[in-house]
């Protein structure tokens, strides 16, 4: 018996898809013999694994580095209350052995950049790009191209999803689309801009469907398609995607032919790299406000300020701030807070060159501020 | 005159820039690409493309979350 062989344990377990025509006992030893490795396993990451793994995928690589956070549980299906403070990935292999023990669940626990992406995507299939930031998508794409390796693409952002499958080999990659990214403060995260909880559940399953397609060698893939998808409206919409004659990676005289410095290429700043004009920590900002010797202004947003606000802010959101410069008193010390640091950290930019001379970031912002100055504030 | 964006009617008035598209529709340039009958068109030639009469344009926005 090889190994791809059913034991019946898994006749019974597969047997709504060993009675598919499409897919059979032969489409089913495909899945099992498939090695499928899922980029982040957050929002689309959960339905991903857990449909892949519950499919009968062989081998489940899951990449991630973070730990569960509550802010994670209202779409991140995989974990569960008591996983808070678990890194992410010893919760997931847990709950995906539970899901189903035949499938081999390999853990990454890496951050996955220039140095490490084409080792760990080689030993895989099918890569599932399920990341959360730009500069890791554009090294998916790319990784995936130079290994020659199917990426199935999904992102999403409030009530908006994407889905697609980029296969340099015989279709557009993500690149074709996206030559350049986007100014780095233009396209919020969902985390600063917010996610429909049920969202990932949706995009992620489309996604878990394209590789189980791919798997099997059945139906149509979403190569050269990508899918559109509006949660609020309801509505789906499809554009058609060709190869780019002009693409750098993907193209016949290529510009990039080896891995890059993608947070340089998205011109995106660590947080710790940051620099603001000056920091103040929440005890000494307190004093400050309490003799009144600087004013304090909030650049979140109104939805944000709803659910937690420090006293005595003014608060001008980051994204009108140019414009509503007058309204401060450029001889004031000023203190400028968000919810963690980095926007206030722009803002205190902004301010400096502006004319304002006294500036100070609140650091860590106001989840800084509720731990240590002020527990009464919700932490969001 | 109508063209269609993502697959929906929309009314201009005269023959515009796909940047000036961008801006009845109240879309940033930066944050999307543009497919105009089927061709990526390259975020600096946005001012210079212009879009006609019965053109179908595509409007990807870029998404990063996961």
Known sequence: MTSSELTPREIERYSRHLILPEIGSSGQRKLKETRVLVVGAGGLGSPLTMYLAAAGIGTLGLVDFDQVEASNLHR?????????????????????????????????PVKLDRTNALEIIERYDIVVDGTDNFPTRYLVNDACALAG?????????????????????????????????????????????????????????????????????????????????????MRFHEVKLKKNSNCPLCSATPSITELIDYQQFCGVTNEADLEPVANVPPPTAAKWLEERTAGLLDVRTKEE????????????????????????????????????????????????????????????GIDAWSQEVDPTIARY | MKIRVNGEAVVIAQPISLTGLLEQIEIDPRTVAIELSGEVIPRAEFSNVQVQSGDSVEVVRFVQGG
């Open chain 1, 76 to 108: 991140q299906v995989l974990y569960t209350e008591s996983d808070i403070g678990r890194p992410k990935l010893t919760a997931a292999i847990e709950r995906l052995a539970g899901v189903n023990p035949h499938t081999e669940c390999v853990p990454h």
């Open chain 1, 149 to 233: 390796k199917p990426n199935v693409y999904g992102s999403i952002f409030r009530f908006e999803g994407q889905v697609s499958v980029f296969s340099a080999a015989t279709g557009p990659c993500y690149r074709c689309l996206f030559a350049e990214p986007p100014p780095a403060e233009l396209v919020p995260s969902c985390a600063e801009g917010g996610v429909l909880g049920v969202l990932p559940g949706i995009i992620g399953s489309l996604q878990a469907n394209e590789v189980i397609k791919l798997a099997a060698g059945i139906g149509d893939s979403m190569i050269g398609r990508l899918l559109l998808f509006d949660a609020l409206r």
């Open chain 1, 305 to 364: 300020r709803d659910i937690a606000q420090i006293a005595g802010a003014i608060s001008i959101p980051i994204g009108q701030l140019e414009q509503r410069l007058q309204e401060l008193d450029t001889s004031k010390r000023w203190i400028v807070h968000c919810h963690k640091g980095p926007r206030s950290t722009r803002a205190t930019r902004t301010l400096a060159s502006s004319g304002f001379a006294d500036v100070f970031n609140l650091d860590g």
